[in-house]
Each structure stands twice: as C-alpha cells, then as structure tokens.
C-alpha cells in the first residue's frame, strides 16, 4: 500500500495558505515512524496528566472505553469496532484539511475524518492545522457519547443546509462549532470543565481556559454564539458554557432559517465583548489578550470561516 500524502499548509508571500484535500484513504499505520510514536505518546501522557478535574467527565470515560492509550497511535480499525458498536459514528482516515461541504457531508453521515499524519517533535506545543493527535485524541472520544454523536449529525446536516444558503449562513454556524466543538466548557456540579477538542489537545489553553482572570466565560446562546467572531491565533477571549450536550443538541433540533433571517445584517460581536443579556460565569480581565500572530488580515480572513483552528 502506498502512503498517503502528507498535505499541509503552505506558505506564501501573504503568509500561511490552506491546502485543502478530499481523498478518504486507509491509515497507513505500518508507514509510523518511532519519533511518530512517540510523539502520541507524549502529547498524550502530558494532556491526561493535565485533564482530571479539567476535562468533563464523559471525555475521559470515553477516552479509556476505547482503548486510547499511550502505548502508541492507535489503529482506527480497533477504535471503529468500539465507537461503531456504541453511536454507529466511525473515523476515517483524510490526507488534510478538507473543504467545507465535504466535511459537514460526512458529519451528517456519522463520519469523522481523522488527519492520518501527527505533528513533528519541534511542534508539540503549536501546529497550524488539524493532525492526528488533534482530530483523535481531542475530537473522537465523545463521538462515544450518544448525544453528544447526535449534536455532531444534527450539526453536519446544518452545514450542508448552510452551505447552500451562503456565506453569512456559513460563516454563522462555523462560530457555533468553534465554540462548542472546539473550544467549549460545560457546567457541571464540580465546577467548569472542558469538553472542546481545540481545548483538549492543548495544554497550555486547557489551564487557560478555566484558571486564567484574563477570558469571559459565558453562559451558551445559540443566537449570541453565532453572531460572535473569534480568533482563530490567540487563546479565545470568550469561552461559552453549555450546562448539558441536551441542550446543545436541543438548539440545534430547529431549522435555522429564520436564525439566519433574523441576524441578516446584524453586526457580529468582537470575541472579547460581554453583553447585558450574558450570563457571566467570568467577566474576563482582557489581560495579557495576545496581539495576533501572523501576518495580518489576509490570514485572518482566509481562515476565520473554516471549521479547523490551531491549538
Ligand atoms: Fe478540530
């Protein structure tokens, strides 16, 4: 069997572009170095060290259910027979990032695309895109979870609604999957906890996300997610708290046309700013909010509608 091709970002004279691929392949898991080996096993011991009393309960239960370890990078096929058996979701193995229609498709048919390649030892602590320790490590386990796997359906299926409907619709409910998927925090009783996969695979922001004064962390509202711009190069200035994976599934059950007609020509919030109709779990001291990495707005627009993000 060859080897798949390894497709990321290149960079350019107007910085970082995003190369975007489609092939579906099987995972090379025979073509793993040991330096890849062992880069899963780093990153994973470092974030399951970290991730008691920070990730939510259900993330970590599921991780071990199945059989996510740090011996070395699973086999999807083993992580497949579990996660099938349990929400009928399954991982498929993809080259890169990949286009938006054809992501929300597979979402909306209970497939996860999992970047078959791992990052180098020199980026543990920074990558600019999706790898396999990203997409499985943070993304896959509650895809164990039977609502949580339904919100990612139900989420998939509005994508490719949105897509159709256009840019601002598009760019709408990429906002809800960044903070929820990516970088979301439930209540529970024992205090905030992480379940978004951006937060997850990232160590620094899995204890800045809830330790730090500095970000706002309010209460989720569907129509004040995704009205929210955010930055896809600093840690999030805004965190918003889901209180159960119902009521994520639960919002996104109705049709969101009339959302999207009700916030045509609204202008959007800036990631840092908290409203009078917020529920305020935190309102964030703004210190230390980064200035942007990169080299400016093309960057930023290029990416800021995508559901991919660095970590
Ligand atoms: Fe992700």
Known sequence: MNTPNRIEHQMTDKGYVPVYTTAVVDQPWDSYTKTDH???????KRQRELLPGRASKEFLQTQDEMGMGEQGIPKFSDLNAQLKAKTGWEIIAVEGLLPELAFFDHLANRRFPVTWWIRKPEQLDYLAEPDLFHDLFGHVPLLMDPVFADYMEAYGKGGVKAHSLGPEALSQLTRLYWYTVEFGLINTSEGLRIYGAGILSSKGESIHCL??????????????????????????????????????????????????????????????????????????????WLVPRGSGPARISAMSARPWEPW
């Open 211 to 288: 330790e730090s004064a500095a970000p706002n962390r309010i209460g989720f509202d569907l129509l004040r997610v995704m009205n929210t711009r955010y930055r896809i190069d600093t840690y999030q200035k805004t965190y918003f708290v889901i209180d159960s994976y119902q009521q994520l599934f639960d919002a996104t059950l109705p049709d969101f046309i009339p959302y999207y007609e009700q916030m045509a020509g609204r202008e959007s919030t800036p990631a840092g700013q908290v409203l009078d109709s917020d529920r305020v779990f935190n309102r964030g001291t703004g210190e230390g």
């Open 38 to 44: 062992e880069v899963w096993a780093t990153l994973f």
